[in-house]
């Protein structure tokens, strides 16, 4: 069992920067691929970012290419979204999720959720 625990959303004028973490419990961290995605009101939760189980690949959507980056430490058993250039579209509550076979742009493929932090960026 994995609990995951975001932090780091708020609110932020067009243009800020947030940086958002993921905290999991439980031990073997270093053997998950995690994920980021996020989900707006009336939308589908959507793809954002993902890291393969030792940081060595990453991948992302290509409406946050070159504004985001995802990075892990696994001695800290946490995940990180580093969120440049914001822009309104970029609001949403953000999630974090691990998997224990893949690290990829599919939801499905993640065994564990976390419970979400609100980003709110203002025009």
């Known amino acids: 069992q994995v609990k995951l625990v975001e932090s780091g959303g708020g609110l932020v004028q067009a243009g800020g920067s947030l940086r958002l973490s993921c905290a999991a419990s439980g031990r073997s961290f270093s053997t998950y691929g995690m994920g980021w995605f996020r989900q707006a009101p009336g939308k589908e939760r959507e793809f954002v970012a993902s890291?393969?189980?030792?940081?060595?690949?990453?991948g992302y959507a290509d409406s946050v290419k070159g504004r985001f980056t995802i990075s892990r430490d696994n001695a800290k058993n946490s995940v990180y979204l580093q969120m440049n250039s914001l822009k309104p579209e970029d609001s949403a509550v953000y999630y974090c999720?691990?998997?224990?076979?893949?690290?990829?742009?599919?939801?499905?493929?993640?065994?564990?959720w976390g419970q979400g932090t609100q980003v709110t960026v203002s025009s």
């Open positions: 890291i393969s189980w030792r940081g060595g690949s990453t």
């Open positions: 999720a691990a998997s224990y076979s893949d690290w990829g742009p599919r939801p499905s493929v993640y065994d564990y």
